[in-house]
């Protein structure tokens, strides 16, 4: 057999990786519980020094360690460990980008649990854990997500803002639609001091966004809308509305029947903001929006990744003038519609 037959035959390597995923994300989970990366940025490098400062058996944190340097976390010179550039921006607890916080909701059981038989949801074509997923009314998971969730959002909402022009200083009347955390309307209140945010939510999901409010000094700016943002008056002539990882969670219809809904609350050449997982129109690529699609069908009884093309269409169908995406140096890609 010649060297280039042996370097193309097939090998059951990526499906043995693939079956223990799990542990790349409970090794992970553990390492952030346990404050390893924050230790390592410290200069607690050694397996006895982590394991001291950690408060954790020195045979785990080897192991573990040793683990994270096979999946790219760590780096690892004689029995010296350091911290990958991901992980020492994301995840030592000191760096002002930390986000170890967000294993707390996608790691949480309302978000793993759906995934335990997939094949249930996949024959019914939408979340098996139960009637409504995720979607459930007052879902204590939303909270989790609020508390957990902020840091991930944080330079969205500030980028968002800016590109809104928010340093304008115009007296807006601001929309966010499902805030959770309410960092974006609070990025915009923070640059612009003559914005009003109108925040909706459901009722304990938006304590949690008031925290952040009082918090970022906005306050006496920030009003709350509790309820169904499907059913709940949301009040009218609002310049911004804020659709950030929202439409995902519904089919077609109701995503178009929504948008006539913000429509009709925005004023004359108000701008209506979505962020969100969006594919290439092949539904492959690129990989992390494509993927996302999966989670949707695991957590809710319609949800879906939906491209670019499908949003300008919605938009349009919905009365929007027009749909264009606003690059960003973000994961998730940014559309501006206007009324």
Same mark, same amino acid.
């Given at each position: 057999?010649?060297?280039?037959?042996?370097?193309?035959?097939?090998?059951?390597?990526?499906? &043995?990786?693939?079956?223990n995923a799990y542990q790349q994300s409970e090794a992970l989970k553990a390492a952030i519980e346990l404050e390893i990366f924050t230790a390592i940025g410290e200069?607690? $490098?050694?397996?006895?020094?982590?394991?001291?400062?950690?408060?954790?058996?020195?045979?785990?944190?080897?192991?573990?360690?040793?683990?994270?340097?096979?999946?790219?976390?760590?780096?690892?010179?004689?029995?010296?460990?350091?911290?990958?550039?991901?992980?020492?921006?994301?995840?030592?607890?000191?760096?002002?980008? @930390?986000?170890?916080?967000?294993?707390?909701?996608?790691?949480?059981?309302?978000?793993?649990?759906?995934?335990?038989?997939?094949?249930?949801?996949?024959?019914?074509?939408?979340?098996?854990?139960?009637?409504?997923?995720?979607?459930?009314?007052?879902?204590?998971?939303?909270?989790? &997500?609020?508390?957990?969730?902020?840091?991930?959002?944080?330079?969205?909402?500030?980028?968002?803002?800016?590109?809104?022009?928010?340093?304008?200083?115009?007296?807006?009347?601001?929309? /966010?639609?499902?805030?959770?955390?309410?960092? &974006?309307?609070?990025?915009?209140?923070?640059?612009?001091?003559?914005?009003?945010?109108?925040?909706?939510?459901?009722?304990?999901?938006?304590?949690?966004?008031?925290? $952040?409010?009082?918090?970022?000094?906005?306050?006496?700016?920030?009003?709350?809308?509790?309820?169904?943002?499907?059913?709940?008056?949301?009040?009218?002539?609002? /310049?911004?509305?804020?659709?950030?990882?929202?439409?995902?969670?519904?089919?077609?219809?109701?995503?178009?029947?929504?948008?006539?809904?913000?429509?009709?609350?925005?004023?004359?050449?108000?701008?209506?903001?979505?962020?969100? &997982?969006?594919? $290439?129109? /092949?539904?492959?690529?690129? @990989?992390?929006?494509?993927?996302?699609?999966?989670?949707?069908?695991?957590?809710?009884?319609?949800?879906?990744?939906?491209?670019?093309?499908?949003?300008?269409?919605?938009?349009?169908?919905?009365?929007?003038?027009?749909?264009?995406?606003?690059?960003?140096?973000?994961?998730?890609?940014?559309?501006?519609?206007?009324?």
């Amino acid at each position: 057999m010649s060297s280039a037959q042996s370097v193309s035959m097939p090998t059951p390597e990526r499906i &043995f990786d693939t079956i223990n995923a799990y542990q790349q994300s409970e090794a992970l989970k553990a390492a952030i519980e346990l404050e390893i990366f924050t230790a390592i940025g410290e200069g607690e $490098n050694e397996a006895a020094k982590i394991a001291k400062r950690c408060k954790c058996s020195e045979r785990g944190a080897r192991i573990l360690c040793d683990y994270l340097v096979t999946i790219g976390f760590l780096t690892k010179e004689q029995e010296r460990y350091g911290l990958a550039p991901d992980a020492a921006m994301f995840l030592d607890g000191h760096s002002p980008a @930390a986000m170890g916080s967000i294993t707390n909701f996608l790691l949480s059981p309302a978000i793993t649990d759906p995934f335990r038989n997939f094949a249930a949801a996949v024959r019914k074509g939408g979340t098996a854990a139960s009637e409504h997923g995720t979607l459930e009314v007052e879902n204590p998971a939303w909270v989790d &997500f609020a508390r957990s969730m902020a840091p991930m959002m944080a330079m969205p909402a500030e980028l968002i803002a800016q590109a809104l022009g928010s340093n304008s200083g115009k007296p807006w009347r601001v929309l /966010d639609i499902a805030a959770g955390h309410g960092i &974006f309307g609070i990025a915009i209140a923070k640059q612009n001091p003559n914005a009003q945010i109108y925040a909706a939510d459901w009722r304990n999901v938006l304590e949690v966004a008031r925290e $952040n409010a009082l918090r970022a000094g906005v306050i006496d700016r920030y009003h709350t809308i509790p309820g169904d943002a499907f059913t709940t008056e949301l009040g009218d002539r609002y /310049d911004v509305v804020l659709l950030t990882n929202f439409l995902h969670h519904f089919d077609l219809p109701t995503c178009e029947k929504f948008l006539k809904r913000i429509h009709t609350a925005m004023a004359a050449g108000g701008r209506a903001v979505v962020l969100d &997982f969006i594919p $290439n129109e /092949d539904r492959v690529s690129p @990989a992390m929006p494509a993927r996302f699609a999966l989670i949707m069908l695991g957590t809710t009884p319609s949800g879906d990744a939906y491209t670019l093309g499908e949003y300008k269409a919605m938009f349009q169908r919905a009365g929007f003038s027009s749909c264009e995406q606003v690059p960003m140096p973000i994961g998730e890609q940014v559309l501006m519609a206007q009324k």
